[in-house]
């Protein structure tokens, strides 16, 4: 601490660090043993006192891509484990048969260290698959039906739903709720042995059918579906449910702090009833894990849902899941932003239980700053002219002469080799660096005017060229001697404007991806919107333009800034050294400031 304010919380600080630092002050956690692996009240007491002062986990199902979304939860998870000397456990939660595929499994686990993060620790991968933990979920749900607190309902789906009343009405006992726990536990191995069709029982939880939180009137723990599971096969014909499933996860896996979202709060009492039950049965270690809830992360500009990202790449909206205008960890990465711009936005914008929106700029914001100090410099014309220096050749003599030029590969690195690159008697403008009839205000190049070429001569506009329409074909200018950039005469001829530029004799013609936001809406699927109504037409525009000749080994995945266009990427899948594709990340400053 740097100040006397000792009593002010750090800037950073959030409710879960005030929670873990309590529980280690405390010592909450400290006696707690783990066996190295996911196990029982048994397993974990044979094992060593835990080396890992707290455990978290990042639990998703792998039904999908991960976005923006999971990347805060990520962070927050590796980040607390990695900040208090914990553990953070990569865990799938697969307990569902019918969505999961390993081609999400794959994408996941690369998108979690390409953010970097890492589940390894203390000599371990802690890397679980909650099917796994079937066969304990299935003991510990026969322990449940042994203690008399679940039973094997045969009600219709819809008389179940009835019978659970709602909020304003309690729930009404099932007639199968009086059943012994032997006629329990013959029903329920009847349905494990698929002796019942998908669908004629549930086991539920024996709780309280007048409870205010519907969660707690009888919550279902297993049902019966025939479905091939990518990790069991067909072992079984019964599944847990996610609630009964999760809190046991967590248990088994030693987790000390499971931290979700706040649509999970109305099911803590279920989380903690579970397991207690479960540690007094003694079938799992204490001390147990407690869950904590945040509010999401809600980002605008941008949907997270899955079905609706789905939709925009089964609509062929945008081009596939890593479209750099999808907010995917596998789009926003082929957009350019980098782990780091991603994870530092993730912290700026807060961990706490009052839900909020985070402005899609703070994430530009993020990038620039990432960025600004790494990325090598470079120019870039986006949308080129030809621009002819016409006394050239009588000044140098011979209209093939080169004036070499160089520049800071980035001004916050004087370290580094300078670019090269040369100036010709022809070079390349942005189109909008001229006008033959300028606005008031406009500085760059007009009849009569004088600008200077960044890193090279003062010049003056002499008028232009057209075609047979009218369009300009060529922008004329004379070399005003002696300003050379970075010579003692430079400053003798003062101009208000610099433009950029390239050699028509060494630019290099580039795809430039012209990315914008998706949405003209910041919040395009509120309150059941159609989303597809505030497309934005301009959110992707491909051109044709020209980089620096300092580029020519870019490799796919490297980052500059186009001076005065902003940041940009040698695309991950399609740049190669002979065909440049280049996509814009975010400009030099938000464009989108209302
Ligand atoms: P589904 O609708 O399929 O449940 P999901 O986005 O919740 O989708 P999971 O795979 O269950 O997907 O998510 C993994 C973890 O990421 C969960 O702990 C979830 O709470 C968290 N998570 C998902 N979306 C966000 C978000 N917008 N902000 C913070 N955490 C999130
Ligand atoms: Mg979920």
Not at 395 to 422: D, G, Q, T, Y
Not at 442 to 460: A, D
Request: net charge negative.
């Amino acid at each position: 601490m740097t100040s006397a304010t000792d009593s002010a919380p750090k800037p950073s600080s959030n409710f879960l660090r005030q929670i873990i630092e309590r529980d280690l002050a405390d010592g909450t956690y400290a006696q707690r043993r783990f066996a190295g692996t996911p196990g029982d009240a048994a397993h974990h007491a044979s094992g060593q006192p835990d080396p890992a002062k707290i455990r978290t986990r990042f639990p998703p199902e792998p039904n999908g891509y991960l976005h923006i979304g999971h990347a805060k939860s990520i962070t927050l998870n590796f980040g607390l484990a990695a900040e208090y000397a914990g553990v953070c456990h990569m865990r799938f939660d697969d307990t569902n048969p019918e969505k999961e595929e390993q081609e999400y499994v794959d994408s996941i686990l690369d998108a979690v260290k390409w953010l970097g993060f890492d589940w390894h620790a203390n000599g371990t991968d802690h890397l679980y698959y909650a099917s796994n933990y079937f066969d304990f979920m299935y003991r510990a749900a026969e322990a449940l039906i042994n203690a008399g607190l679940a039973y094997v309902d045969e009600q219709t789906a819809d008389e179940m739903r009835h019978n659970r009343g709602d909020f304003g009405h309690a729930g009404t006992d099932s007639p199968f709720r009086t059943r012994t726990p032997a006629e329990n536990l013959a029903r329920f191995r009847a349905m494990r042995d698929g002796q019942l069709a998908d669908g004629a029982a549930v086991l539920r939880a024996k709780l309280d059918m007048a409870s205010p939180n519907i969660n707690l009137r009888d919550p279902a723990l297993y049902r019966i579906k025939r479905a091939e599971h990518h990790n069991t096969g067909n072992t079984w014909c019964i599944y847990p449910m996610y609630t009964y499933a999760h809190p046991i996860e967590d248990a088994l896996e030693g987790i000390t702090h499971s931290v979700c979202t706040l649509e999970f709060e109305d099911q803590r009492p279920w989380y903690d009833w579970l397991l207690d039950t479960l540690c007094t049965l003694g079938l799992l270690a204490q001390p147990r894990p407690h869950q904590y809830e945040f509010a999401r992360l809600n980002v605008t500009y941008v949907i997270t849902s899955k079905r609706k990202l789905r939709q925009l790449v089964d609509e062929k909206i945008v081009d596939g899941w890593d479209d750099p205008r999808m907010p995917t960890i596998v789009g926003l990465r082929r957009r350019g932003y980098t782990p780091d711009a991603i994870r530092l936005m993730c912290e700026r914008a807060g961990t706490s239980k009052a839900g909020g929106w985070t402005d899609y700029a703070s994430l530009d914001i993020a990038l620039r700053e990432d960025l600004e100090g790494k990325a090598p410099r470079a120019m870039a014309v986006i949308d080129p002219v030809k621009l002819r220096l016409t006394n050239w050749a009588e000044l140098f003599s011979s209209e093939a002469h080169r004036e070499p030029c160089h520049a800071p590969a980035n001004p916050h690195r004087p370290e580094l080799a300078p670019r090269a690159f040369s100036l010709g008697h022809e070079v390349w403008i942005e189109r909008d660096d001229f006008a033959e009839l300028p606005a008031k205000g406009f500085f760059r190049l007009f009849p009569g005017n004088k600008v200077r070429l960044k890193y090279g001569y003062v010049i003056e506009c002499t008028g232009c060229e057209k075609d047979a329409s009218g369009a300009i074909t060529a922008v004329l200018a004379t070399v005003i001697p002696d300003t050379r950039s970075g010579t003692p005469g430079a400053d003798a001829v003062k101009v208000k404007g610099t433009i950029t530029w390239l050699g028509v004799h060494d630019a290099l013609p580039a795809e430039l991806r012209l990315y914008d936001r998706l949405f003209t809406e910041a919040q395009p699927d509120a309150g059941g919107k159609d989303f597809k109504a505030s497309l934005n037409p301009a959110s992707k525009k491909v051109v044709h333009g020209f980089i620096e000749p300092s580029l020519a080994n870019a490799q796919p995945d490297d980052k500059f800034q186009f001076e005065r266009h902003g940041y940009f990427v040698a695309d991950r899948i399609d740049h190669t050294a002979s065909k440049p594709v280049i996509n814009r990340i975010a400009g030099l400053k938000d464009s989108w400031v209302k």
